[in-house]
């Protein structure tokens, strides 16, 4: 039975459990709520937080998650009450001495993290903002600065915006949570940015993916059970195209929740895959649903629920739910309505998921066939403003406006509206990089861009101030005097690379053409004597050695001065 009290003025939920004593401090608070300048912000609170106990043989830890963020602890009830009262004692007097070393741990977490299908999906549904931010990789937090992560502990880290959870008898002997006071922040909306769904994308791993959203309910999670099982038999067992096919059901927010599928496959199954994968879908979209699938489901659901320690086990999703607006079931609701849950509910859900299904299909697929829109490349339309092309012949020109700018490409517009940048990375040289709301990116370097400084200033000023990212200076550019006198443009130094770069591609050409004559002649040479012997043809191994890699050499100079101008 669960118990409901608070602890310092915080609410607490408390159930029996078997095991050792378990608890976790939860804030409605994670990276849903940044920015993509700020990303990153809560991952290191909860860092620095944790800082002191960072220990390899501790049985305590945090995760900054899409809306929440965790703090959570097994043990002793000493251990379990010292925890959690030094927690927050760090969130209330951060040790910001620490900020750069943490800074540097949780860039190099994200880096370990990676990027890959679970990340991509949400920026291709969300955009660079709210539940995109999965895919952020802490994009911003190489720039934070202390007095924000200060403040944004003290806005987000409060009484009234958490929930404690303890798994055991009662709380812990001297637990204190000395947390300041705050406001209950809701949690923001999910709302896809996409123009038409259901939609695909297409990636070049061999994977095969669907996310969905729908509302939250017991028939959701039955019906992830059903698609795991049609993909296996279909995907599997008939067709041996894929070896890992899985469904998975997620809460979402308090009203939502997520059904996420997959299928891997070899680059000779791909077309196998892909048909198969739709078909199913389309199979349960138009209610061609096995009866047994749904209580294959609905049986796993309630062994879960039947579980001794289940009301100990979901401490953790119920005080999370709790804190963001909805309200957990009861053991005997969740195993009465599982009951209830019929092939028509799992059929309901099944069109719901398909109207917002965003599938991730291997390079050189499609799914329009299928009734899917291909997620879209470019925006609707450029910005009016002046075009300035690239130094050399190119097919790209940029547009800049006073309402933002445009990348002009043969294949459409990437338009980024300054009032809808996410982030805006500066480099002292003189190269912006926009980032759109809807994920788009625009880069402008005036080493490509026949750009002029006052449209660059154009620019600077249209982006918001809370968006600007500076970036250190690249390894092999010097930084620009912070008062430059004089300097010449950079467009009038065009003929000068030009011709340089012209003059040594022509000699490096004769001179490569003239030893590739000259060792394809040798070789041919000693192949038709009859009296070649072994040191013969070492000279020729020679020749061909010595050349070769110095062609190599050359060539990536080349490629560095082309790259570098």
């Known amino acids: ?248 059901y997620k809460w979402l927010n308090s009203e939502h929740g997520t059904i996420t599928a997959l299928a891997d496959t070899l680059p000779e199954n791909q077309g196998v895959v892909v048909n198969g994968f739709i078909e199913v879908l389309a199979a349960l979209k138009a209610g061609d649903i096995p009866a047994a699938d749904v209580e294959a489901g609905k049986a796993a659901l309630q062994e879960f629920v039947r579980d001794p320690d289940f009301e100990a086990i979901s401490l953790r999703n119920d005080s999370a739910d709790l804190l963001n607006g909805g309200r957990p079931l009861t053991v005997e609701e969740l195993l009465a309505e599982s009951d209830a849950i019929t092939t028509d509910d799992v059929h309901a859900v099944a069109v719901e998921a398909m109207g917002s299904a965003l599938l991730r299909l291997p390079e050189g697929h499609e799914a329009d066939w299928a009734g899917f829109a291909r997620a879209p490349l470019f925006s609707p339309a450029a910005v009016p403003g002046t075009k300035y092309a690239t130094h050399e012949s190119s097919d790209e020109s940029i547009v800049v406006g006073t309402s933002g700018v445009s990348l002009i490409t043969p294949h459409g517009p990437i338009t980024i509206r300054y009032d809808q940048c996410v982030a805006a990375e500066a480099w002292p040289h003189g190269a912006r990089r926009l980032v759109g709301a809807d994920g788009l990116i625009v880069g402008i370097d005036p080493r490509y861009f026949a750009i002029d400084q006052k449209a660059m200033a154009m620019i600077d000023a249209g982006v918001p101030p809370s968006a600007v990212i500076w970036r250190p200076a690249l390894p092999d550019e010097p930084e620009k005097p912070a008062n430059p006198v004089a300097e010449e443009p950079r467009t009038e130094q065009r003929p000068v690379r030009s011709v340089l770069r012209t003059s040594v591609r022509v000699m490096t050409g004769i001179v490569f053409t003239a030893w590739f004559v000259f060792a394809l002649l040798a070789t041919a040479g000693v192949a038709t004597r009859s009296d070649a012997d072994a040191t013969d043809w070492v000279a020729i191994a020679l020749i061909w050695f010595i050349g070769w890699p110095f062609k190599n050499a050359v060539l990536r100079y080349l490629t560095k001065l082309r790259t570098a101008h």
């Open 1 to 248: 039975m669960i118990r409901h009290i608070e602890v310092d003025g915080i609410p607490t939920m408390i159930a029996p459990t078997q095991g050792p004593m378990k608890a976790g401090l939860v804030f409605r608070v994670g990276m849903a709520d940044e920015t993509l300048a700020t990303s990153g912000i809560t991952h290191l609170v909860e860092h620095l937080a944790l800082s002191e106990f960072a220990l390899p043989d501790s049985h305590a830890n945090g995760a900054t998650g899409m809306i929440n963020t965790h703090f959570y602890v097994e043990g002793a009830p000493d251990y379990v009450s010292t925890f959690l009262t030094r927690a927050c004692d760090a969130i209330t007097a951060l040790p910001l001495d620490r900020l750069e070393r943490e800074r540097t741990i949780v860039r190099t977490e994200a880096a370990t993290r990676g990027s890959g299908a679970a990340t991509e999906m949400p920026v291709w549904r969300y955009g660079a903002q709210g539940y995109g931010l999965a895919g952020s990789c802490d994009f911003g937090v190489e720039t934070l600065r202390a007095e924000d992560v200060r403040a944004w502990a003290a806005d987000w880290f409060t009484r009234e915006n958490a929930m404690l959870w303890i798994a055991g008898d009662d709380v812990p002997p001297g637990l204190r949570l000395r947390l300041p006071g705050g406001v209950r922040r809701p949690a923001p909306p999910a709302k896809s940015i996409l123009p038409l769904l259901p939609a695909y994308v297409v990636n070049g791993s061999g994977q095969v993916m669907m996310d969905a959203v729908v509302s939250r309910s017991m028939s959701a999670n039955v019906l992830s059970t059903v698609i795991e099982r049609r993909l296996f038999q279909t995907l599997r067992h008939e067709r041996g195209g894929s070896y890992v096919t899985a469904a998975v």
